[in-house]
């Protein structure tokens, strides 16, 4: 069976710090990973996505993860945040035509 | 284009009443599924529609829920009786039509939710 860990359910940064949001996976065979955000009352976004093709993936807004297979990892990084990064964001791993969450992890951005 | 769209926004019931959500997927997109958050946990899959047809209802907690695509367009979920536990947001989402994995290739477009609450 697949399944994502968010290791966080709540982190908080200064704006222009770097953002580390960390999630494992469990999957017996190569897995397609996923980060979704969701700010204040709108939907889901998809913020990257991993299919086997590169193991460092660019998203939007300046984020990325790496797929690392030896640590079963695919964290979300971003180098500088804003503001507007504040929402909850959740590692998602896919398994044919469904999606399955993590817990999510919300994160707060200080001035 | 329009984004997916859900109806109510939000919704309070009793619980041993009936209610509806919709759902209008984006135009042309032939896959809607139905996901769910109940409070304080993660989002969890309900079910998956083609055109009009069930796909994989396995996430469907039970014969309370009943979900429906008639002429493939857009979509109810019905939840009749309700319960307590029903309480949450509920999502819909669509993509275009695929073969095998269907949204690595298309991505899964998500609406804002409907957030019940049963008292």
């Known amino acids: 069976a697949q399944s994502v860990t968010q290791l966080d359910s709540h982190v908080s940064v200064s704006e222009g710090t770097p953002v580390l949001l960390r999630c494992n996976y469990s999957s017996s065979y190569s897995p397609s990973l996923f980060w979704y955000v969701q700010h204040p009352n709108k939907g889901l976004q998809l913020l990257l996505k991993?299919?086997?093709?590169?193991?460092l993936v660019k998203g939007i807004n300046g984020f990325e993860a790496e797929f690392k297979k030896s640590e079963t990892s695919f964290h979300l990084t971003k180098p500088s945040a804003h503001m507007s990064d504040a929402a909850e964001y959740f590692c998602?791993?896919?398994?044919?035509?469904?999606?399955?969450f993590g817990t999510g992890t919300r994160l707060q951005v200080f001035p | 284009e329009a984004g997916v769209t859900q109806f109510p926004s939000h919704s309070v019931i009793e619980k041993g009443q009936t209610v509806t959500l919709r759902c209008d997927p984006i135009?042309?997109?032939?896959?809607l599924y139905w996901y769910r958050r109940v409070m304080g946990k993660e989002i969890k899959f309900l079910l998956h529609?083609?055109?009009?047809?069930?796909?994989?209802e396995s996430g469907m907690p039970n014969n309370r829920f009943l979900a429906e695509r008639t002429g493939g367009t857009y979509s109810t979920l019905k939840v009749q009786p309700a319960e307590l536990e029903d309480s949450g947001v509920y999502f819909c989402a669509s993509s275009q039509s695929g073969q095998g994995i269907l949204f690595y290739n298309s991505p899964l477009h998500f609406g804002n939710g409907t957030r019940l609450t049963v008292t």
């Open positions: 135009s042309g997109h032939d896959n």
């Open positions: 991993y299919t086997s093709a590169a193991t």
């Open positions: 529609f083609v055109k009009e047809s069930k796909q994989d």
């Open positions: 998602v791993v896919g398994n044919t035509d469904k999606l399955i």
